[in-house]
Structures are given as C-alpha cells and as structure tokens.
C-alpha cells in the first residue's frame, strides 16, 4: 500500500507543485498514524470479561463458497451471578455481524433480526441451527474452511468477550 501511495504521488508531482505533494504525504502519515494511535487506546482501555466462556465444540462458523453471508454459531456459558447483555458483536474478518433469531409458527418460519441478547446468571444462550445465529456478512478478507473468525461480543458494562471461530463446510468436522 505505501508503494502504491509514493508511485501515485510520484506520477503526480509533475502535475502539482512539489510542496503540495509533500504536503498531502504528510497528511495521509498523520492520518494514519492516528488511527493507529486511537485503535491502541481501545485495545488498552476495553476490559476483557472472565465471566463468559465458549462451551466446548459449540463454536464455528459455516462456510459457503462466493463469499455469501456465513452463519455462526456458538454456545456462550456465563459464569457470573448476573445476566449478561450482549449489545454488539464486531470482527475484522468481515464487514457486519448480526444477530437472528428463528421464528415458527404453524404457516411459516422466518428470522428475525435481534439487536441484543442475554446470558443468563450461571446459565447459556446458545446459538445453534434453527434457534438462533449470527449472521456474518462480506467477508474482508478470502474466507475459506480452516480459517477462524475473530468475533468480538460487547457488554452492556463496557467489558468484551473474544473469540475464535473456526470456519467449517460441517459441524462434525472437529
């Protein structure tokens, strides 16, 4: 990416006075090393919860081919003696992550998006097929059976709980 910033600017300095040039590269390095700044005072500041683990071979995420949204599943054990809410879930891995629920009912089934959901005191929420997913969507990177998600949940109390995802074709496949 930095060669491909100094060819551009390079091909440009014959169409921009040097100073301008000079400038504009200044300002992408100080733009980028503030984002970097800012994404370090997150990892410093965002505790870590030791409340909630991961149930043994309950995680993965499925893995379809052409980068089509991808469901995950999990099954999330809280070990605390108060309900935990989950309020949002991110990963650098791809572009949105959501959270559905499946709904039957004599005529139909349907999912319907959740903005939230809670683990109960010393109890599990568990996302398993037909129940309940998480949607990931636009994958940011090539995607295949092997790989893991990193999936961050959010905590209502400020805390957060990551994980790896292993990306399968099966569930059985452990």
Same mark, same amino acid.
């Given at each position: 990416?930095?060669? !491909?910033?100094? %060819?551009?600017?390079?091909?440009?300095?014959?169409?921009?006075?040097?100073?301008?040039?000079?400038?504009?590269?200044?300002?992408?390095?100080?733009?980028?090393?503030? $984002?970097? !700044?800012?994404?370090?005072?997150?990892?410093?500041?965002?505790?870590?919860?030791?409340?909630?683990?991961?149930?043994?071979?309950?995680?993965?995420?499925?893995?379809?081919?052409?980068a089509l949204p991808a469901a995950g599943y999990?099954?999330?054990?809280?070990?605390?003696?108060?309900?935990?809410?989950?309020?949002?879930?991110?990963?650098?891995? /791809? $572009?949105?992550?959501?959270? /559905? $629920?499946?709904?039957?009912?004599? $005529?139909?089934? !349907?999912?319907?998006?959740?903005?939230?959901? %809670?683990? *109960?005191?010393?109890?599990?929420?568990?996302?398993?097929?037909? !129940?309940?997913?998480?949607? +990931?969507?636009? *994958?940011?990177?090539?995607?295949? *059976?092997?790989?893991?998600?990193?999936?961050?949940? +959010?905590l209502s109390d400020g805390k957060v709980f990551?994980?790896?995802? *292993?990306?399968?074709?099966?569930p059985e496949l452990y």
């Amino acid at each position: 990416m930095r060669a !491909r910033t100094l %060819t551009v600017l390079a091909l440009s300095a014959a169409l921009v006075p040097a100073s301008a040039v000079a400038a504009a590269a200044a300002a992408h390095d100080t733009h980028r090393i503030a $984002q970097h !700044r800012a994404a370090e005072r997150t990892r410093a500041v965002t505790p870590v919860t030791t409340d909630i683990t991961a149930v043994d071979k309950s995680t993965w995420v499925r893995w379809l081919p052409n980068a089509l949204p991808a469901a995950g599943y999990i099954t999330l054990k809280n070990s605390s003696e108060k309900p935990l809410d989950v309020t949002k879930i991110r990963t650098p891995d /791809y $572009q949105r992550v959501s959270i /559905y $629920q499946t709904v039957v009912d004599s $005529q139909s089934s !349907r999912m319907v998006k959740l903005d939230k959901f %809670t683990i *109960p005191a010393h109890g599990e929420f568990a996302f398993v097929p037909g !129940r309940y997913h998480l949607m +990931f969507e636009k *994958p940011t990177r090539l995607i295949t *059976p092997g790989d893991n998600a990193r999936v961050i949940f +959010f905590l209502s109390d400020g805390k957060v709980f990551k994980v790896r995802m *292993p990306v399968r074709t099966s569930p059985e496949l452990y």
